[in-house]
């Protein structure tokens, strides 16, 4: 049948890129690999009647996840693992029995689904639409929804002051417009020379008077 | 026949344990980070399989949750990645053993 030539063709590829991954020692055709095994997974989901997860895994994971992995790969510039190291030897058999350990457990849960009186309702439904997703969001599942954008403020917040820049700047050192901004307390008092208030009139004023020369100014000199 | 739920559930296992497999064996924090990843859609796969099983939207729900959680690490996890690479000059993480910066 049509629909299990797909289920094989997806899931092989799902598993060849999900192995692909973790075999792969360069960090970027990882990443590549992975993009496989999401597309190939929201192949699944529209399989299962599931459209608009489909369309979420390919908008949110393949694109902007790993979009933000691969900038962060190449911003670091990781090169390759290259050297064997000592702890890979014992760790290698670990990670294969506890992956047999695994795959035990699942089969075992697998056993006992095949096995259940559970017979599915018609197959007409509309689970997977996106009106119903929406009903069900906006209703029964209120609550969680809204912690979920306080989650996603918290980690804009947390992500801003982790990769923050910190370090110690004097007053007088030059803040170049669209440069990182510092918080004045980390600014070192003992740079301070001259504290005599000034007031200027117009941000060129200002400029002219920090040292730093707006792209404007010279413009209108030149 | 088309495919079974079990057939999804196996395929979600499998998937599953590639991760494991992959967070203990990688040495690159950002390898690990990509496991994590995997092993989180394994997860929303046997949701997905379960909530057209059992024809309930209450597992989509959940994979939406899920997705917004993964978005929500990929920020903070890559943030911290960036602050020990900064620090440390290193990915490695054998190098970034003892719980500081």
């Not at chain 2, 344990?17 to 040495?27: D, E």
């Amino acid at each position: 049948m049509v629909t299990t030539l797909l289920f094989v063709i997806f899931a092989g590829l799902a598993i060849g890129c999900a192995i692909a991954m973790v075999a792969q020692r360069n960090p970027l055709y990882s990443a590549i690999s992975l993009v496989g095994v999401f597309i190939s997974l929201a192949s699944l989901y529209v399989m299962l009647a599931a459209p608009f997860i489909a369309a979420v895994q390919v908008i949110v994971y393949a694109g902007a996840i790993m979009v933000l992995v691969i900038f962060v790969i190449m911003l670091l510039n990781v090169e390759e693992e290259e050297r064997p190291s000592r702890r890979l030897r014992f760790l290698l058999p670990a990670a294969v029995i506890l992956a047999a350990v695994l795959i035990a457990e699942v089969i075992f849960v697998l056993w006992s689904v095949q096995t259940s009186l559970y017979t599915p309702g018609s197959n007409v439904s509309d689970t997977g639409l996106t009106s119903s997703i929406g009903i069900g969001l906006f209703t029964t599942y209120l609550l969680p929804f809204e912690i979920t954008s306080i989650l996603l403020l918290m980690a804009i917040v947390g992500a801003m002051s982790l990769a923050r820049r910190a370090g110690v700047m004097t007053v007088t050192s030059r803040v170049v417009p669209g440069a990182q901004v510092l918080a004045m307390d980390i600014a070192d008092p003992r740079g301070v020379s001259d504290e005599t208030p000034v007031a200027t009139a117009t941000t060129a004023q200002a400029a002219r008077l920090l040292g730093v020369e707006s792209k404007q100014d010279s413009n209108e000199q030149g | 026949m088309g495919p079974q739920l079990s057939w999804y559930l196996a395929l979600s296992a499998v998937l599953f344990t590639i991760g494991v497999v992959g967070v203990i064996i990688k040495r690159n924090v950002i390898g690990m980070f990509m496991c994590i990843e995997l092993m989180l859609n394994a997860v929303n796969l046997t949701f997905v399989g379960f909530s057209s099983y059992f024809r309930d939207v209450t597992g989509q729900l959940f994979v939406f949750i899920v997705m917004t959680v993964a978005a929500a690490e990929a920020a903070v996890g890559l943030g911290i990645i960036i602050a020990i690479f900064r620090n440390r000059e290193s990915l490695d993480v054998d190098d970034a053993s003892i719980l500081r910066l």
